[in-house]
């Protein structure tokens, strides 16, 4: 993935237009464990949605294995993400509908319009590696934090995606659950070359990251 | 989850058990707005096969009558008018001209199934003391009582007419003190009078024709009127009883006669039947219109209140198109559900008024009328409004921008 000159403003055309992102370039390579740092406000979740295809930028362009993502209508878009790219998110992880291992098979069901055995067993063999098998059928409003965070990242991983955007992933945790979550993804990294790119204040996690990205009013900063 | 299921049937089930109070809530709205308009389009029909029934068993659908007798105007010489004033002139009992002929005519009609010729008139039937006015019908059963099935609502004795006998309505023969088997004298305006024997009593559900109605044979009735073969009316019965008013004004057109269809009879009847269907159909507008702004309302509450599922299935790759059935979906189920729960619970208490209201002597006030087709058209409708009313929240959702989703 390949990020030139990314901008991206709010109330465009108002006189209230603010630029959030002043030109953002950006490689992330195959099997990568990155970490993005920087102050609140400076545009690190605004820039992982960019990344993550849910958000387009007012100029710049992001490439993903070398097609300008810029050229692709509305449903490409949708299907490269749901392919290619897992979220985890900093709150609300899970879909409360459905249960913990509904909610793993859902990216997989969203694919493929519709559940098969191989799915289910895909979404427990992943809950199974997050140490989570016997949660499975929970509805996963009654799961604490840590289990949730795991489930969402058992989830990011069903599509056996190239890139996983995790966002302050362990930022609800306590330190001993936040350090369990980051190993898992650390593990998964080394063992499936996902790459993945982590928005944490935790400095100490940071440090275990391949490379970090540091963030400051909307520009990244030379390391 | 089931396999075979696509992902928005699932997706759509599971959102409206997870709000269970609003689902609870919007599908008891459809329900008593369903169930509302299944009673009252069930009650109504009912109450008009009932009373087409009733029309319909104790009177012709066509009755042929004698012209109007008209005055005309005295000319004392040519275009000079004696006398302006054109009185009506009184209306005797007059005989229907060749009635044989219109009669077989008549008969041969297609969609004609049978004629009767009829000799009314009015006479005072006595028995010692008591005396009552009545009208006297003259017919041949073998005619007449498939027309008027007299032998259907007998009470008592036998509907077989010989000349020296005669039917009553039960309340005559309570008020005359006279029974079955009895006999009693019967005088006409003309001074004619005969003895005649009861052979039969009837009950129309109608006091008022009950007290009034008699039958004899017809040839009893011509002597005793002082017709002798002569008849008032020729009494049609049809296969198609909406037929009625053409092929009376077919009969008309034909014969020297004067045709009255019981569809122009009963005029009333049917302004007040149309009245009521316009008033129905505005009505069950009416709560179409509450129902669909009803699931409407909820469903976008509860776009509001998922945006942040939204925002996290678009972010797994779930497409707009899938957004957007999973909310028409949810409309469309809670319309169905509703249907279905309001269709049993209006059936069900139909049935319940059904066996409550009964009629004085005990029999049915109206017949149950559940037809198939009118819960499969209720059923489709409220599926049909439950998607439309759903349209307008199904698309917010679509449009739902998965970044603001998630931000909330
Ligand atoms: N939709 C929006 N409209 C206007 N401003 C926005 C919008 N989204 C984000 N911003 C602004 O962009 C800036 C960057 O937001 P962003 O969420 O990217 O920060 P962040 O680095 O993720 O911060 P945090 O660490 O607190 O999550 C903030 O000042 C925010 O107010
Ligand atoms: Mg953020």
């Known amino acids: ?223 | 989850m089931n396999n075979a299921v696509p992902f928005e049937w699932i997706a759509a089930v599971r959102f409206l058990r997870e709000g269970r109070l609003q689902t609870a809530f919007i599908i008891l709205g459809i329900t008593i707005g369903v169930a509302v308009i299944v009673f009252m389009s069930a009650l109504l029909s009912g109450l008009q096969v009932n009373f087409l029934d009733r029309v319909l068993t104790s009177s012709a659908q066509i009755q042929l009558l004698p012209l109007d007798q008209v005055a005309r105007p005295l000319f004392a010489s040519d275009d000079v008018i004696e006398d302006a004033t054109v009185q009506r002139p009184t209306q005797r009992i007059v005989s229907i001209n060749q009635w044989q002929k219109v009669r077989d005519r008549v008969a041969q009609m297609p969609g004609v199934l049978n004629a009767a010729p009829t000799m009314l008139g009015s006479a005072l039937v006595t028995r010692g003391d008591a005396s009552r006015a009545v009208r006297v019908s003259g017919v041949e059963p073998e005619s007449y009582f498939p027309i008027i099935r007299i032998p259907d609502f007998l009470t008592e004795g036998k509907a077989t007419l010989a000349n020296d006998e005669i039917i009553l309505g039960t309340d005559l023969a309570t008020n005359l003190g006279a029974s079955l088997g009895d006999t009693v004298n019967v005088r006409a305006a003309s001074g004619n009078s005969v003895i005649l024997r009861i052979t039969g009593l009837f009950d129309l559900g109608n006091k008022a024709a009950n007290e009034s109605v008699s039958y004899v044979a017809l040839r009893t009735a011509q002597s005793l009127l002082g017709q002798a073969g002569a008849v008032t009316t020729i009494e049609v019965k049809i296969a198609d009883v909406y037929a009625a008013e053409r092929l009376a004004q077919q009969i008309a057109a034909a014969n020297p006669v004067k045709a009255e269809s019981w569809i122009a009879t009963n005029a009333q009847f049917f302004t007040a039947i149309r009245a009521q269907q316009s008033s129905n159909t505005l009505i069950r507008a009416f709560v179409g219109l509450s129902v669909a702004f009803g699931i409407a309302a909820v469903l976008v509450v509860s776009v509001i209140q998922r945006s942040k599922d939204i925002g996290i299935l678009r972010a797994m790759g779930t497409t707009r198109g899938q957004i957007l059935r999973i909310f028409l979906i949810q409309g469309g189920l809670l319309g169905l559900a509703g249907a279905i729960i309001g269709c049993l619970v209006g059936a069900g208490g139909l049935i319940w008024y059904h066996s409550l209201i009964r009629q004085a002597d005990g029999s049915e006030l109206f017949p149950l009328l559940l037809e198939r087709q009118m819960f499969i058209v209720t059923l489709g409708l409220a599926t049909i409004t439950g998607l439309l009313s759903a349209t307008a929240p199904a698309l917010r959702a679509a449009k739902l921008d998965p970044v603001d989703a998630i931000r909330g």
């Open chain 1, 1 to 223: 993935m390949h990020l030139e000159g990314i901008r991206r403003s709010y109330n465009i055309g108002l006189p209230s237009e603010i630029e959030i992102l002043h030109g953002i370039d950006l490689d992330l390579h195959r099997g990568e464990f990155l970490a993005l740092m920087g102050a609140s406000g400076s545009g690190k979740s605004t820039l992982l949605n960019i990344i993550g295809l849910l958000d387009r930028p007012t100029a710049g362009h992001v490439f993903i294995n070398g097609i300008d993502t810029a050229s692709l209508d509305d449903s490409a878009i949708t299907r490269l993400r749901g392919h290619a790219i897992g979220f985890v998110f900093q709150e609300h992880h899970l879909i409360s509908a459905f249960t913990a291992l509904e909610n793993v098979m859902m990216p997989m069901i969203v694919d493929r319009n519709g559940g098969s055995d191989a799915i289910r067993a895909r979404a427990l063999g992943l809950l199974a590696k997050m140490g989570l098998a016997h949660v499975g059928d929970n509805m996963s409003s009654n799961m604490s934090g840590g289990e949730q965070q795991r489930v969402a990242i058992a989830r990011a991983l069903a599509m056996q995606a190239s890139l996983i955007l995790a966002d302050e992933p362990t930022g609800n945790l306590d330190s001993q659950s936040a350090d369990n979550v980051f190993d898992f993804m650390r593990q998964l990294n080394r063992d499936e070359g996902t790459c993945f790119l982590i928005v944490t204040h935790n400095l100490e996690l940071a440090q275990k990251c391949d490379r970090i990205i540091t963030m400051a009013d909307g520009a990244i900063t030379p390391a």
